[in-house]
């Protein structure tokens, strides 16, 4: 019986402390030290990156129609950069991902990361008014196409000294990496919830015309559980991916 409660309590401290494994990819979830946790309330955030783009503007409306808050994870060389005050103005958050999304130009060093990330900065203040102080990073925070640890790691420490907080996502709807259909997305997306729980991060891409054909059914299935939807601020809970 000694044995079992010892293996019981091996178990149970490896849970604590492990990442949590979703698709491709470890994560943790980091909270603000002045995070106060809500029991049995389970929320959801909507989450897209690479835009804005000429599907926006239907994202937006669908949005709208359901009353839900978002958040867009902006890049800054598209066309349709004066979008980014529409998403402002509907109440969405808004999010700095890159200025040129290019891997290897963006992370061959730190200072090449924030010479992109001013960039970008700049235009979402001038598009909008706002200063946003989240980040996204292209392709997550774990990227290991053009970028080491090292310096993966130096981005992260002074991102942290610059009042930025960086957000990646456990949920993710795989519309820009392989799916083509809309239903196709949906399901990674709900398989996805299901494994994670009552604290989901979607990643979704408004550069994809199936992300307008799938997030009605995406805002039902969460609506239907009882999600409370939020936009994310740096206030917010983050997922972390982990190398």
Request: charged share 20%; proline share 3%; glycine share 6%.
């Amino acid at each position: 019986m000694k044995k079992l409660i010892a293996f019981i309590l091996i178990v149970v401290i490896f849970i604590g402390t492990t990442a949590f494994a979703t698709d491709a990819y470890t994560y943790k979830t980091v909270y603000p030290e002045d995070y106060i946790p809500t029991a049995n309330i389970k929320t959801v955030y909507l989450t897209f990156d690479d835009g804005p783009t000429k599907y926006t503007t239907q994202i937006l409306d669908i949005l709208a129609q359901h009353d839900v808050p978002a958040t867009f994870f902006v890049v800054g060389n598209r066309e349709h950069t004066h979008l980014m005050g529409d998403i402002v103005e509907m109440g969405h958050s808004i999010g700095l991902h890159s200025y040129n999304h290019d891997f290897d130009q963006i992370y061959s060093s730190k200072d090449a990361f924030f010479a992109d990330l001013k960039k970008i900065d700049d235009i979402v203040y001038d598009q909008t008014g706002v200063r946003s102080n989240i980040i996204r990073f292209p392709g997550g925070s774990s990227i290991k196409r053009g970028a080491s640890k090292s310096t993966i790691a130096q981005i992260k420490k002074e991102i942290a000294l610059r009042g930025y907080q960086f957000f990646d996502w456990n949920c993710d709807s795989r519309d820009k990496m392989g799916i083509k259909t809309a239903s196709g997305a949906f399901s990674k997306i709900k398989a996805a919830a299901e494994e994670v729980g009552d604290f989901v991060v979607v990643l979704m891409h408004d550069t994809e015309e199936i992300t307008v054909e799938y997030l009605p059914r995406v805002i039902e299935y969460f609506k239907a559980l009882d999600y409370v939807f939020l936009p994310i601020s740096a206030a917010s809970p983050a997922i972390h991916h982990t190398w």
